[in-house]
């Protein structure tokens, strides 16, 4: 009966995925917005390594993880991030809250199959610009909302003691909405105009993804644990409607605009690449007690292009990320001792993250910090993590922005035997 309970309410929470806005960046402009996804809660205090892989714990970003799953295991996740933004002359502030993920994974056998939802990008930006070139005052409004979410179904079968392999497809869907508002404030002879206009773009996104993976695990002579994981994405297609319409607007005395003559843009459809990506990563430890990791990431976003705008001095390059962290329990199954059997986890990431605009590329840096709190009495019942992520991204250089943030996160995972046959009715 619990497990229900626990299950409905999850499902009552996923529906909020649909209508939050996660994110504050401006960066978050380009493409199909900014990726939120870096794995469950546990995963990304630890670096977000694909290479961990346990019985207890569910690692979305390795399909082939879920062959070593031995009791049904629900996450779920959220988080608030806490984002200061700079330029060298401006500084802003911005909070926002958002769910992160859903999952739910069970052994049947060798096959450890995993379904769960998720946000994967967001659109989140509020950017006002003045121009003062050409002998005018300009000012320009920029506004961006919504995402794509990521609904998915892994499958990961242990070839043997050693090998297991996974694939996971995933659908991809949703939308978003931007606009672009501009006002003449000076024409150069000191003169307002006083109408001005507005560009709104909506974005209707679909399609399918891929993640293979092939993990190696030996316990070695001096029973330490060897783990060795590769993941392969290959490129796929995602489909984008494009709607829109064009308007002059009118500013009011209060600040308000109001629509004075309005034109809907023709329908536009056109296939928008999902790049390909792979990593290689390797962990060294000792089961239940400690573990180390290093990965490297690379994701083929030189292929990329920005939907339908054309944009100066912005380009898009090949991502490299690199991973390191791991996790420490000081005794498990101590019954003296309840702080023992917390885990902690430490961890950091540095990555390009594939733009380039005014000739400097927008990188990507965070330290991760996470505990891992157990309910019950034993290790394999259920879990809260709590995680803490400092990061930065961008630069200040060529008229950019920084953004300084602060990530506070809460992961729940309940274990369970939901599919267990009873021996007595």
């Known amino acids: 009966m619990i497990n229900k309970i626990i299950l409905g309410i999850c499902l009552l929470t996923v529906s909020s995925t649909f209508a939050q806005q996660g994110t504050a960046s401006p960066y978050s402009y380009f ?17 977000s390594l694909a290479v961990f ?32 933004l700079k330029t060298d002359n401006a500084k802003e502030k911005a909070n926002r809250s958002s769910f992160d993920y859903f999952a739910l994974a069970f052994p049947a056998g060798k096959l450890g199959i995993s379904v769960g939802i998720m946000p994967y990008t967001f659109v989140g930006y509020n950017i006002a610009n003045l121009d003062t070139s050409n002998n005018q005052i300009t000012t320009r409004e920029y506004n961006g909302e919504g995402g794509i979410n990521r609904t998915y179904l892994g499958l990961g079968y242990k070839i043997n003691d050693n090998f297991n392999v996974g694939v996971e497809a995933a659908f991809n869907f949703g939308d978003t909405k931007n606009s672009t508002t501009k006002f003449i404030l000076d024409d150069g002879t000191g003169f307002a105009v006083e ?17 293979t993976a092939l993990s190696y695990s030996k316990i070695l002579e001096n029973k330490m644990k060897l783990d060795i994981t590769a993941t392969y994405s290959p490129e796929m297609k995602l489909k984008n409607k ?52 290093a990965e490297y990431t690379n994701i083929q976003n030189s292929k990329l292009n920005n939907s339908y705008i054309d944009l100066v001095n912005f380009k898009y390059e090949d991502t490299h990320r690199f991973s390191l962290g791991g996790y420490y329990t000081p005794k498990n199954n101590s019954f003296t001792s309840y702080f023992d059997r917390i885990t902690y986890r430490l961890g ?39 995680g803490l992520e400092y990061g930065k991204r961008g630069t200040k250089n060529n008229g950019l922005i920084q953004e300084n943030y602060f990530n506070i996160s809460i992961g729940l995972s309940f274990n369970d035997k939901w599919f267990q046959k009873r021996r007595y009715e």
Do not use: C
């Open 195 to 211: 109408r001005g206009s507005r560009q709104i773009i909506s974005n209707d996104y679909s399609g399918f993804s891929l993640n």
């Open 348 to 386: 950091a990431r540095y990555e390009n993250t594939g733009l380039k605009i005014n000739n400097e590329g927008i990188n990507d840096a965070a330290i991760n910090f996470g505990v891992g709190i157990p309910v019950g009495v034993n290790r394999d019942v259920s879990n809260i993590n709590i």
């Open 242 to 293: 494009q709607t829109g319409n064009i308007s002059t607007i009118i500013l009011g005395q209060t600040g308000g605009t109001t629509v004075a003559e309005e034109k809907t843009l023709s329908e536009v459809t056109k296939d928008l690449v999902t790049p390909q990506k792979y990593s290689i990563g390797v962990g060294y430890g000792k089961n239940h007690k400690w573990f180390v990791g």
């Open 53 to 84: 892989q346990d019985s207890i714990h569910i690692n979305t970003l390795n399909p082939a993880s879920y062959a070593n799953l031995q009791k049904t295991t629900l996450s779920v996740g959220f988080s608030n991030t806490s984002t200061t």
């Open 31 to 47: 493409g199909t917005g900014d990726q939120k996804y870096k794995g469950t809660n546990e995963i990304k205090t630890m670096g």
